[in-house]
């Protein structure tokens, strides 16, 4: 087994007894395994602790896996619980090279060396940028898949914000920023990546450096997740431009979808071409596939909801 002693992978968990097996077996087939990995645990009370440090020691990650279990990392204590644990564990690492993914997702086995890679090689590289796949096996997740999920062929490098379910960075870079915001539940990532940009960081995409994460499996967790993304881009002050944007998308609905109702005909064909024409300019050759075209009801409803 190979392992890169100069490299730390960290991350979070709050109750994932359901997830977290499948998530250690990920970093444990890793084609490169890291000096240490750190795990903080918010105070779980469905057994994930206890299945990790079980985990942690047996195979290969004996003798490398921390878990480090802090109550106050969790909502009941923290405005930004996620962001919290994610300084905890930074600040427990011994190395300077930083990878940091999220409970519930399976990494690819190329993950990690692909991340870190460029700041292996290359020392004037502070932050690099992976990106995540769905996991989605019903036909509902791979519509909302559809919606939120941009392919990594399709990423822009100047426009795009990495999740920190597949980023890698310097420690100093970290320290320069003042680590992630603990303001909020949600869009920590968003703030600390926007900062790290806004300090002159160097910044290198890695589109082959891949997590799957679990798509929202009903209505309810995606209202609740859009809704977090939301409140978290409000309470952190930032991308205020995507809410003007918004309200008027939302605006020409509401307007189009009234006098639809209203006088039907031309007025109801505009609101779903509105929406319609936005999602084929946004990918226009997925769009013409049978696959999709058969989803685009529920793509065009979950549009509406995630854009606005």
């Not at 918010?42 to 109550?71: C, H, M, R, W």
Request: charged letters at 20%; proline letters at 4%.
């Amino acid at each position: 087994m190979k392992f890169s002693n100069n490299i730390s992978l960290i991350c979070t968990v709050y109750n994932e007894a359901n997830n977290i097996s499948a998530f250690l077996d990920s970093i444990s087939s890793q084609s490169v395994l890291p000096g240490e990995f750190i795990i903080v645990d918010g105070g779980s009370t469905d057994g994930t602790a206890e299945l990790v440090q079980q985990y942690l020691s047996t195979g290969n990650l004996t003798g490398i896996g921390k878990l480090i279990i802090d109550p106050s990392c969790n909502k009941k204590h923290s405005k930004g619980p996620i962001a919290k644990a994610r300084n905890l564990a930074i600040s427990a690492c011994k190395n300077e090279i930083i990878a940091v993914t999220d409970a519930g997702c399976i990494l690819k086995g190329d993950w990690l060396e692909n991340i870190t890679a460029p700041l292996v090689k290359d020392s004037t590289i502070d932050v690099v940028c992976g990106w995540y796949e769905p996991l989605a096996s019903t036909f509902w997740q791979q519509s909302i898949a559809w919606v939120i999920m941009v392919p990594p062929e399709n990423v822009s490098e100047e426009s795009s914000i990495p999740s920190s379910r597949s980023i890698a960075f310097r420690k100093k870079s970290w320290k320069e920023v003042g680590g992630y915001s603990e303001d909020s539940y949600s869009s920590e990532d968003t703030k600390f990546f926007l900062e790290l940009k806004r300090r002159g960081c160097r910044i290198a995409w890695r589109q082959d450096a891949i997590v799957l994460w679990k798509v929202p499996s009903n209505l309810k967790w995606f209202l609740w997740l859009n809704y977090k993304y939301g409140m978290g881009d409000g309470a952190n002050k930032m991308l205020w431009y995507h809410l003007f944007v918004n309200l008027g998308k939302l605006s020409m609905s509401i307007i189009f979808l009234g006098l639809g109702f209203l006088f039907h005909g031309i007025f109801l064909f505009l609101f779903i071409a509105l929406w319609g024409g936005l999602i084929i300019v946004r990918r226009p050759e997925d769009s013409i596939k049978l696959s999709n075209i058969i989803k685009m009801p529920i793509i065009i409803a979950a549009k509406i909801v995630y854009d606005t």
